[in-house]
């Protein structure tokens, strides 16, 4: 038994809770992808990279490009067909990322990264899920034109779900990673863990790729013995988000821990190390005394640490 | 509230609880790895596509081959490190699926698929979570022997865990599709379905491939109401499991249906409908009165039914 903190409301989890419905049934038929292109309310969003377009609308910005609007920007790339909002169709564009860059020099456009978009609120909370999903897509198509079982160039087909080899007549679908996400915890203490590319400030949880022939039970006890030599027992399950950097799923969870001792994995860590409910809570509610912080609602690591600060019972 | 069957002890989930040390950290050492693979205590798994090679031993069969033995076989074509299993290196190591189709001709080997050897349990129970991890991983080289972003053919480096191109210097990383499989329920009954590939007797749980941009639990309600029309309010999530055909992790769930009537997506089912738990019991214990089955305890399958079977209390 550990004590609880009550934080409040909760948050949104980004991405999630998608209103796109994807219509999977209809991405095989080119008829109708073409009619609702042509249609008026067909709307897309245009990604360069990790860079998104929006129309630049002071605080709140349109991320929704007509087609002839989006064709109007510069040299696209793939279309893929996400689905219908409200009976409208919803696409994402692609472009290069240096095209995207050179956007910026307009003031009608406002062009900046995901992250951003979702941190700082710059767009209507239900694009984010459709962005997630376009962006994911776009970047999959952009790293895919060849034919992996042969080398030949693939052609786009099935509104984006699918690329085809003309030559082997190989199939290749869009690739998602499942990625295990956890916090480990040992009665009143959780693990948390640095990476280099973390602002200076920054905790969160410790995160791998679930590995071929691997469930995520033990995904979760292999990278945190690997990480931070902190073997775990039992695992529990809490939520998973669509996390497109660039395509992956986050696989939330907390684990028993079994043993204090840490030892960290330099190639992949700068720090490791427990903290108290009472720290993890200051942490999310950014008043911790030495300014150290937890990430943002929009990430599931927050809503892992959240879970079980606010939770009375042990996890398992 | 509805009844509950006790079926006796669980099974084991088949592929899971691998005995395996991935010892990860090693992969990039070709020095270690090749005094490992010298060591006389190394082994390979041999598998030729969706084929299994083993030394024929009447009833149980050994998977095991030493580095010699492996190339005296036929032509080999990637070599795969799984890790260590009490200190010893485990390989699997790859041949064409003709190579193991043209060895059934010898009687001391014994060469069958990988479903047959874990629902007949050919082999001893240990084996089967590194013949998934080594057929999961063999596939996926075998369709990724080219570049995706260019074309090139790639070299296959740290133990197999990775392809880099030498030409755009792209890195590719093994493949894992999640997939949810559900079985949504509604009081007394659940849903299951039957793809035209089972034996005519088997209904199964729904399930489909997660998509970029979306979570566990929508992709879920998503698969649910494409294939049968049934729409479902709150998932809970069970267990996982890997699944080497080629190379899925299945997210076994539970699903609160929210509506009765099915509409079925014959593209991909031939059948879908409603089964008390006292049918899900007798089919899961093979004493159907009309013979209908559910899969046997190797598929993640078996175990999603059973638990809701064998619970007193709604999955909600």
């Given at each position: 038994m550990s004590p609880r903190y009550d934080l409040g409301p909760k948050p949104h989890l980004g991405y999630t809770e998608s209103l796109i419905e994807r219509v999977a049934e209809r991405r095989c038929d080119p008829a109708w992808l073409a009619a609702q292109s042509a249609h008026s309310s067909a709307r897309t969003y245009v990604i360069g990279g990790e860079l998104i377009v929006l129309k630049n609308g002071g605080d709140i910005h349109d991320p929704l490009f007509t087609p002839n609007e989006a064709r109007a920007l510069a040299p696209l790339t793939e279309t893929v067909f996400l689905g219908t909002m409200n009976g409208a169709a919803r696409f994402g564009t692609g472009m290069t990322q240096a095209s995207a860059d050179a956007l910026k020099a307009r003031n009608d456009l406002f062009i900046i990264d995901?992250?951003?978009?979702?941190?700082?609120?710059?767009?209507?909370?239900?694009?984010?899920?459709?962005?997630?999903?376009?962006?994911?897509?776009?970047?999959?198509?952009?790293?895919?034109?060849?034919?992996?079982?042969?080398?030949?160039?693939?052609?786009?087909?099935?509104?984006?779900?699918?690329?085809?080899?003309?030559?082997?007549?190989?199939?290749?679908?869009?690739?998602?990673?499942?990625?295990?996400?956890?916090?480990?915890?040992?009665?009143?203490?959780?693990?948390?863990?640095?990476?280099?590319?973390?602002?200076?400030?920054?905790?969160?949880c410790l995160a791998g790729f679930v590995e071929p022939g691997e469930s995520v039970e033990d995904a979760v006890r292999r990278e945190t013995l690997e990480e931070a030599g902190v073997r775990?027992?039992?695992?529990?399950?809490?939520?998973?988000?669509?996390?497109?950097?660039?395509?992956?799923?986050?696989?939330?969870?907390?684990?028993?821990?079994?043993?204090?001792?840490?030892?960290?994995?330099?190639?992949?860590?700068?720090?490791a190390r427990?903290?108290?409910k009472a720290e993890c809570a200051a942490m999310l509610m950014r008043n911790h005394p030495e300014g150290l912080t937890c990430p943002p609602p929009v990430a599931i690591a927050h809503h892992i640490i959240r879970t079980w600060v606010e939770s009375e019972r042990d996890p398992f």
């Open positions: 995901l992250r951003s978009i979702a941190i700082q609120g710059l767009v209507a909370a239900d694009h984010l899920p459709p962005l997630a999903e376009a962006k994911a897509m776009l970047h999959w198509h952009a790293r895919h034109r060849f034919c992996s079982n042969c080398g030949a160039t693939t052609d786009i087909v099935d509104g984006g779900w699918k690329r085809a080899c003309p030559d082997c007549k190989g199939e290749h679908f869009p690739r998602t990673d499942p990625v295990v996400i956890m916090l480990a915890v040992r009665g009143d203490k959780g693990l948390l863990g640095r990476s280099g590319r973390f602002a200076a400030s920054m905790w969160s775990c027992g039992r695992v529990s399950y809490l939520f998973t988000q669509p996390w497109p950097f660039p395509m992956s799923l986050m696989i939330g969870c907390h684990a028993e821990a079994l043993n204090d001792d840490i030892v960290m994995d330099t190639n992949e860590l700068v720090g427990w903290f108290t």
